[in-house]
Every structure is written in structure tokens, then in C-alpha cells.
């Protein structure tokens, strides 16, 4: 048996709604890979480097992809459980068991849809999830924040004013139509074929997010990832910093103050 099969351990893992392998070799000393599914496509991988033994993990190269996020997606951004939420939740019960002295955990949020496993063809989930549900899926499932805290501040004021009423009505339905179509040739043959019904939608919507979430619906998942690729990436960045450095803390914390006798 070589080294490297020395270092592979292999895990079925059950969750409250799933079960799942998940494979984990030690590269080196406080590394670690991780990944669930096939080996050729897993629907979710990343690093485990344990920059501080005693406090920290950073995740880095964490990528959701089809199989993992597309359940997510078509079935709603916020619903009690999904996949991908409870196949990160058994990556952090990992690290949380083997090192339990790490409070909290960093990653670089580098997750995508891609359209029929093309990379180049992705949908960036991150300023996706920004654009229509004002914050980013680890915002939402884990309460994850930007450090310093005077740069999440910042980054949330903008948010929140790109997500605006006031912000909404005073950017007229062609700019949108003109971001499709510099940057994205399927979507705008998509938007041309029903000019009308889309510009009445656009105006009948309160905010960019209402309007982007009703036009989401309106778009086949498997051709979602085609349709918002660039133009919305480009619109969400002329509003927003995107930051990509994120941490969470691990729950619950718990300290013992008094041993059961």
C-alpha cells in the first residue's frame, strides 16, 4: 500500500436528510483534502489548512458544482435544509471533533454552477446570490462575516443600497437590457424575443433583487447558469465590493463549569 493510500481515509456520512461518502487524504503536516462524490466530478471539495493548530482552519478551494448545488437552487435559497448546507455542516463536525480548540473557520468563497460541467461556462453562486437574495449562501446558512468588522459594515451598506427602492427607479429597465447586452448573447436573444413582458415585469418590480428572482424563475435551471453568466456579475460589482475572505464561527461554544459527579 503506498503512502498516499496511507493517508486516505473514506467516511459514510449521514445527515438528518442524506448519506454520502466523503474521501480525506493528509497531503502534509496540518493539510488536508477533502472532497464528497466521484473522484473525476466530486459535487463539493476543498483544503483543510490548519494555519494555527490551536485556533484556526482556513478552507480554501471549496467548489459546489452541479450535483451538489443545483437541488439548492431549484428548490429555493432558503429552505430549512439542502445538500450543501448539511455536507459543509459534516465537514465542520469533522474539524470540530478532530481539533476542537478551533473557534473559528476560514474559506475563500470560490463557489459556481457550471453549465454541463464547463467551468468556462459558470455561474458565479456568490454575486448570484448577492443580486437576488442580498446575501451570500454562507451569510445566510452560517452567519458568516467579513473582518475587519468596519469592512463588513461597508460591505453591507452597499448591499442594501444596491437593494434599494431608491436605487431600483432610478436605473431604467434599458441599462439592464444594455449590461445583457454587452456581455451576454444568449441572455439578450432571451429578453429580445418578449421586450414588452420583461420591461413590465421590470417596472412592476420594487427592487433589482424582486425583479431578478422573478426573472430567475422564468429561466430553465439548466440554462440559468448561460443566461446570468457576466451581466450579472458585471451590474453586481458596480454596485458592490464582492469580497471573496469570509469566516464563521463554529456553535454552539460550549465550557464546562461544573463536572457531573
Request: charged share 30%.
Given at each position: ?5 496511507d493517508?486516505?481515509k473514506y ?5 438528518p ?10 497531503k502534509?503536516?496540518l493539510?488536508?483534502y477533502?472532497s464528497v ?5 466530486p459535487?463539493?471539495?476543498g483544503v483543510?489548512?490548519l ?8 478552507l480554501?478551494?471549496?467548489?459546489a ?6 437541488e439548492d437552487?431549484n428548490q429555493?435559497?432558503?429552505?430549512a435544509h439542502?445538500f ?8 465542520v463536525?469533522?474539524?470540530?471533533s478532530?481539533f476542537?480548540s478551533v473557534k ?6 470560490r463557489?459556481?454552477l ?6 468556462y461556462n459558470s ?6 446570490s448577492?443580486?437576488l437574495?442580498k446575501?451570500?449562501w ?6 458568516a462575516?467579513?473582518?475587519p468588522?468596519?469592512?463588513h ?10 437593494a434599494s427602492?431608491?436605487?431600483?427607479d432610478?436605473?431604467p429597465f ?5 449590461e ?8 439578450r436573444d432571451?429578453?429580445?424575443t418578449n ?6 415585469m421590470?417596472e ?10 422573478k426573472l430567475?424563475?422564468?429561466?430553465k435551471l439548466?440554462?440559468r447558469c448561460?443566461f446570468?453568466?457576466?451581466?450579472l456579475?458585471?451590474?453586481v460589482?458596480?454596485?458592490v ?10 456553535y454552539?461554544?460550549v465550557k464546562?463549569?461544573?463536572?457531573i459527579?
Amino acid at each position: 500500500m503506498s503512502s498516499q493510500e496511507d493517508n486516505t481515509k473514506y467516511l459514510q456520512v449521514q445527515t438528518p436528510h442524506y448519506k454520502f461518502e466523503m474521501k480525506i487524504t493528509k497531503k502534509e503536516e496540518l493539510y488536508y483534502y477533502f472532497s464528497v462524490g466521484d473522484d473525476k466530478m466530486p459535487s463539493l471539495e476543498g483544503v483543510i489548512r490548519l494555519e494555527d493548530k490551536y485556533n484556526r482552519v482556513r478552507l480554501t478551494e471549496i467548489r459546489a458544482l452541479q450535483l451538489c448545488s443545483e437541488e439548492d437552487i431549484n428548490q429555493g435559497y432558503l429552505n430549512a435544509h439542502t445538500f450543501g448546507k448539511e455536507v459543509l455542516d459534516a465537514v465542520v463536525f469533522l474539524i470540530h471533533s478532530q481539533f476542537p480548540s478551533v473557534k473559528t473557520i476560514e474559506l475563500t468563497d470560490r463557489t459556481y454552477l457550471p453549465y454541463k460541467s464547463d467551468t468556462y461556462n459558470s455561474l458565479d453562486l456568490l454575486t448570484y446570490s448577492i443580486a437576488l437574495y442580498k446575501k451570500t449562501w454562507y451569510e445566510e446558512r452560517l452567519g458568516a462575516y467579513i473582518l475587519p468588522k468596519e469592512k463588513h459594515e461597508e460591505y453591507r451598506q452597499q448591499v442594501e443600497e444596491y437593494a434599494s427602492k431608491d436605487t431600483k427607479d432610478k436605473l431604467p429597465f434599458f441599462h439592464i437590457y444594455h449590461e445583457i447586452q454587452m456581455n451576454n448573447v444568449f441572455a439578450r436573444d432571451i429578453i429580445w424575443t418578449n421586450m414588452e413582458m420583461y420591461e413590465k415585469m421590470y417596472e412592476e418590480s420594487d427592487t433589482l433583487p424582486e425583479f431578478f428572482q422573478k426573472l430567475s424563475k422564468l429561466i430553465k435551471l439548466k440554462e440559468r447558469c448561460l443566461f446570468f453568466k457576466g451581466w450579472l456579475d458585471s451590474l453586481v460589482n458596480s454596485k458592490v465590493d464582492v469580497i471573496r475572505e469570509w469566516h464563521f464561527d463554529i456553535y454552539p461554544k460550549v465550557k464546562i463549569i461544573k463536572d457531573i459527579k
